[in-house]
C-alpha cells in the first residue's frame, strides 16, 4: 500500500508561485509513475502533469505548459508541482496519484492505483 501526502497549498495572487509537494509513504515510489491532478468547484477531476519513473520524461496538459514543473527526488520518495505565473483558473484542489508501472505517460484518472488527499490552491485576482 502507498500513502500519498500533499503539502504546500495555500492562497497566492495572481502571477504568484507555489511549489506542492506529494510525500510516498509505505513504500518506495522509485519505480512507480506520478501524476498531478486538480479539481475545481463542480468540474470533473482533470490531468495537469505527469512524470516516468525516472524522472527523465514529463507531460503537461497544454493550459500549463511552459508554467508549471513536474520533478521528483526518489531518494526522498517525493514528487513535487513548481506552479510559475499562476492565473485565477488554476484554483483547485489538486491531488498527486501514483502508479505502479514503466510506461508513460499515464493521463486518465482510473490509471492512477493510489491518491493523496489533496491540497487546496487558490490563486486571487
Known amino acids: 500500500q502507498v500513502l500519498l501526502v500533499e503539502s504546500g497549498g495555500g492562497l497566492v495572487q495572481a502571477g504568484g508561485s507555489l511549489r506542492l509537494s506529494c510525500a510516498a509513504s509505505g513504500r518506495t515510489v522509485n519505480n512507480y509513475a506520478m501524476g498531478w491532478f486538480r479539481q475545481a468547484p463542480g468540474k470533473e477531476r482533470e490531468f495537469v502533469a505527469a512524470i516516468n519513473w525516472s524522472g527523465v520524461s514529463t507531460y503537461y496538459t497544454e493550459p500549463v505548459q511552459g508554467r508549471f514543473t513536474i520533478s521528483r527526488d526518489n531518494a526522498k520518495n517525493t514528487v513535487y508541482l513548481q506552479m510559475n505565473s499562476l492565473k485565477p483558473e488554476d484554483t483547485a484542489v489538486y491531488y498527486c496519484?501514483?502508479?505502479?508501472?514503466?510506461?508513460?505517460?499515464?493521463?486518465?484518472?482510473?490509471?492512477?492505483?493510489?491518491w493523496g488527499q489533496g491540497t487546496q490552491v487558490t490563486v486571487s485576482s
Open positions: 496519484a501514483a502508479r505502479r508501472s514503466a510506461n508513460f505517460p499515464w493521463v486518465k484518472r482510473d490509471e492512477y492505483d493510489y
